[in-house]
């Protein structure tokens, strides 16, 4: 069975540190992997998406970057985090990709406050 | 533009009620999927359902239905003789394809109190 493992599970980091959230997929290949943001009010806002390997997606400028350095590894990064960049933090991967129409199946997430 | 619209911020019910989840969505694509998720205060996201375009039954599992209706672009998500346990926020999304990768667009949640 596939399962998504995405850690740490809470972080608090300085305004101005650097970043890095993990996140690995294991029982599938080709995947397709997401780095969603939930702020404060509730909403997923989708930051990154990837179709394979070394193939990132930003859906929104911001402070963040992400990479996809193997087929089932997907990580979120910043150079220099913001007071903005707090948050609920969840990756999530959908089957075959490529192919529309599947649910995406998330992981546990990370709450980032940023201080 | 927002394409998933879920007007009800918070609703409260008291056990056993039945409630409704509102679900608006906007596309120009004529195959296209809806889904609904859970959020408990756990914060994990649990899949509930997923409804394609073309496939406009009612279904039902258990205690939970969803009325796809195209002609209004709805998707509501009802929640029959409601328990505590139910208490979570829900959230409506729409895939329309290869756009960002056939990635989820989310509404903003509804979060639903069930008290004893």
């Known amino acids: 069975s596939q399962t998504i493992h995405q850690w740490p599970a809470t972080l608090v980091q300085p305004v101005g540190s650097p970043l890095s959230l993990e996140c690995t997929v294991e029982?599938?290949?080709?995947?397709?992997l997401y780095w969603y943001r939930q702020a404060a009010g509730r909403g997923l806002q989708l930051l990154f998406y990837s179709v394979g390997i070394g193939q990132i997606s930003s859906e929104v400028p911001q402070n963040l970057s992400a990479s996809r350095p193997q087929d089932r590894q997907f990580i979120l990064s910043s150079k220099k985090l913001l007071l903005s960049d707090s948050g609920f933090y969840l990756c999530a991967w959908s089957p075959l990709s490529r192919i529309s129409g599947t649910e995406a199946f998330f992981g546990q997430g990370t709450r980032l406050t940023v201080v | 533009a927002q394409k998933v619209t879920q007007a009800q911020t918070e609703i409260s019910v008291v056990e056993k009620e039945d409630v409704t989840l509102d679900c608006v969505y906007e596309t120009r694509d004529t195959t296209y999927y809806l889904f609904w998720y859970k959020q408990p205060p756990s914060g994990e996201l649990v899949f509930l359902i997923r409804?394609?375009?073309?496939?406009?039954q009612n279904e039902i599992s258990g205690r939970y239905s969803w009325n796809f209706q195209k002609s209004t672009s709805s998707f509501n998500f009802t929640i029959t003789a409601s328990q505590v346990v139910d208490s979570a926020v829900y959230f409506c999304a729409l895939s329309e394809g290869s756009n960002s990768g056939y990635a989820l667009n989310f509404g903003k949640g509804t979060s639903l109190l069930v008290t004893p």
């Open positions: 409804r394609n375009s073309f496939d406009e």
């Open positions: 029982g599938t290949s080709n995947p397709n």
